[in-house]
Each structure stands twice: as C-alpha cells, then as structure tokens.
C-alpha cells in the first residue's frame, strides 16, 4: 500500500510538473534533456517526501530549474524544514538547493 501511494504521488507530480507553469521555464531557456532530468529530480524529492513522516509534502512545492532545487511553501517545525531541506539536497541530480519554507506553526 505504501509503495503504491508513493507511485501514485509521483505519477500526480510528473503531470503537475507537465501542466503547471510554476517556474515558467522557456523551452529556449533549457534543453528537453536537463527539462527531463529537473522532472525527474522534482518527481523523486516529492516522492521521498510524501514517504516520510516528518514532512507535510502537500504543503511544500519543489521545482527544479537545472538541477537547482526551489523549496516553498510550509513548515510546521523548523525540523520539518531542515528535513525537507536535507531530503531534497540528498537526491540524485540535485546541484543546489534554494529553500524558501516558511515556518507557520
């Protein structure tokens, strides 16, 4: 059960990824390859965010622009911040991680 709620989180994110412009990346401003690498990274932190306990990843936005990660959103505790945080710049892909999580307890 576990493992197909994160298939289906991660399937819902890669739409999201191809229908939302939230990041408004130009196709002149990236290749199709890095566009497909960053959906990869997006899809997986997400994934591994919906799998752990400590994070709300429904409250946290992840966007990938050549492998520079964008965290917003937000956090309960500072922990869950510094998780989200950690789990993104442990991700395969990642080049840096800008986190912009807002604590609201």
Same mark, same amino acid.
């Given at each position: 059960? $576990?493992?197909? *709620?994160?298939?289906? &989180? /991660?399937?819902?994110?890669?739409?999201?990824?191809?229908?939302?412009?939230?990041?408004?990346?130009?196709? %002149?401003?990236?290749?199709?390859? #890095?566009?497909? %690498?960053?959906?990869?990274?997006? /899809?997986?932190? $997400?994934? $591994?965010? /919906?799998?752990?306990?400590?994070?709300? /990843?429904?409250?946290? #936005?992840? +966007?990938?622009?050549?492998?520079?990660?964008?965290? #917003?959103? &937000?956090? $309960?505790?500072?922990? +869950?911040?510094? *998780?989200? %945080?950690?789990?993104? *710049?442990?991700?395969?892909?990642?080049?840096?991680?800008?986190? #912009?999580?807002?604590? *609201?307890?």
């Amino acid at each position: 059960m $576990k493992y197909v *709620r994160a298939l289906t &989180f /991660a399937a819902l994110a890669g739409v999201t990824i191809i229908t939302a412009t939230g990041c408004s990346v130009a196709r %002149d401003q990236q290749s199709v390859g #890095s566009y497909v %690498d960053d959906s990869g990274i997006t /899809a997986a932190i $997400k994934t $591994k965010m /919906a799998e752990d306990k400590t994070v709300a /990843a429904t409250s946290i #936005s992840v +966007e990938t622009l050549n492998g520079t990660v964008q965290l #917003s959103g &937000f956090a $309960k505790s500072q922990a +869950e911040k510094d *998780r989200a %945080d950690a789990i993104a *710049r442990g991700s395969k892909g990642v080049r840096d991680v800008r986190n #912009s999580i807002v604590v *609201r307890p």
